[in-house]
């Protein structure tokens, strides 16, 4: 189901919407790696973003 977008309350952005492409793309962008990446991460460690951030920053630091 797509994010009500009129609805401004922000307790939807912890964890990352596997479904909506624009918010993976938007969080690889922020984070410098690519779309397929986070969504392996994401199958690997869960949607939640601060999990995925340090996934991605570990990802980083092993290159």
């Known amino acids: 189901m797509a994010d009500n977008k009129c609805n401004r309350d922000f307790l939807d952005h912890d964890p990352l919407s596997v479904d ?7 969080f690889a962008r922020e984070n410098g ?17 601060m999990t995925l951030t340090q996934a991605v920053r570990a990802l980083r630091d092993r290159k």
């Open 33 to 49: 790696v690519s779309p397929s990446q986070v969504s392996k991460l994401i199958k690997k460690n869960g949607n939640d973003r």
């Open 20 to 26: 909506e492409y624009y918010e993976v793309e938007h």
